[in-house]
């Protein structure tokens, strides 16, 4: 059920019970951090594995203290730059954290969402929400409220409207190992933003075994997505086909797609990506035989952002 009510969600997150909120990333599907069988409900619902942690919702400072036991002046140095924001942090967590919301790991991860619903939700309550992405596991992240609505209308969640959101693609996740600033996931502030901040931050440190994002198959439509670098890869036979085409720019010759979804036509990237899950998930809602998205030939954070999401949304 969609709602622009508060209340309604706040009765539900109360109670113990699930509701989706609106972030400027993606919809989340949220529970009280204190509700270890609403949090449980989380990974039925979305069908995720167990070892994948949550991310925990604040609204203010004060609730990240009073969940980790020390905050490393590097990350407090990004909290006071990007929060509210498209950034997550990840630090030790204290005994308040439930073990369902790590995953059983030392550490916890934190953000404090950039959207005046939810951060008035969160002050209301008083408590802060776990939240993962509001898609069932593997496939696309929402970036509406209708989206929510199509993977999750026959539960009983509630679904707060909050309109589409502004950034569409999940934060970036930054952390310390070995006293040293990781990224975890590339996402909505790009590294060279962190890097101004903090200095030098490590991708893929070796010590990580559960990297966020580390199936091969994420994000992804149901109708079958070939990536190419350009037009000349399709195919006689896939051209017979009824076929839909993504890309960052509009292309000469493409009159074979039954639909083109151009993720900006003024070739500016922050639009691109804020349309980038809207358009693949409006591609798999139309009855298409294949999906063939066109690489960014580029090779900035953004191209990369980007074709590393297309990737593995083809796997
Ligand atoms: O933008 C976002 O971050 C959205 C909105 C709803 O806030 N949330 C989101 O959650 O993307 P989710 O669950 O789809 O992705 C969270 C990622 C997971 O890949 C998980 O592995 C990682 O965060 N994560 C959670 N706790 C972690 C931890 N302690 N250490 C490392 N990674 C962690
Ligand atoms: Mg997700």
Redesign the pocket.
């Known amino acids: 059920m969609i709602t622009e009510d508060i209340e309604i969600i706040k009765a539900y997150l109360k109670a113990g019970k699930n509701a989706v909120i609106p ?1 400027e ?2 919809y ?1 599907l949220a529970a009280s951090i204190y509700s270890d069988e609403a949090i449980q409900s989380i990974y039925k619902l979305k069908n995720r594995p167990f070892e ?4 925990v ?1 604040v609204s203010n400072k004060q609730q990240i203290k009073n969940l980790v036991t020390a905050i490393h002046p590097k990350i407090d140095l990004l909290i006071n730059a990007f929060m509210p924001g ?1 950034l ?1 942090v ?1 630090l030790p967590s204290n005994e308040k954290v439930s073990k369902y919301i ?1 995953a059983g ?1 030392s ?3 934190i ?1 404090m ?1 950039n959207h005046s619903l939810t951060r008035q939700l969160i002050d209301d309550l008083g408590f802060p929400i776990a ?3 509001a898609n069932p596991f593997q496939q696309i992240s929402p970036t509406s409220a209708a989206q929510v609505n199509f993977y999750f209308s026959k539960f009983d969640l509630p679904i707060l409207d909050g309109g589409p959101c502004q950034c569409g693609i ?2 970036t ?1 930054v ?1 310390i190992v070995n006293n040293e600033p990781v990224l ?2 590339k996402g909505a502030i790009s590294v060279d933003e962190i890097e101004k901040q903090i200095g030098k931050v490590t991708y893929n440190a070796p010590t990580i075994i ?1 990297m ?2 580390m199936y091969k198959k994420h994000y992804s439509p149901t109708t079958p997505l070939k990536v190419v670098r350009d037009l000349s890869e399709v195919t006689e036979v896939e051209k017979q086909k009824k076929i839909g085409l993504l890309t960052f720019s509009e292309l000469p010759n493409s009159s074979f797609f039954t639909t083109i979804k151009v993720l900006s036509e003024t070739q500016n990237e922050k639009e691109a990506i804020k349309n980038f899950y809207n358009y693949l998930f409006e591609l798999d809602q139309a009855n298409l035989e294949q999906i063939i998205a066109i690489k960014i030939p580029t090779t900035s954070e953004f191209a990369t952002l980007i074709n590393e999401r297309l990737e593995q949304a083809s796997n």
């Open positions: 972030t990333t993606v989340g994948n942690p949550l991310i919702h498209p997550t990840v790590t790991k550490t916890v991860a953000r969402p939240a993962p992405s999940e934060s996740i952390g975890y996931r559960h966020p994002g």
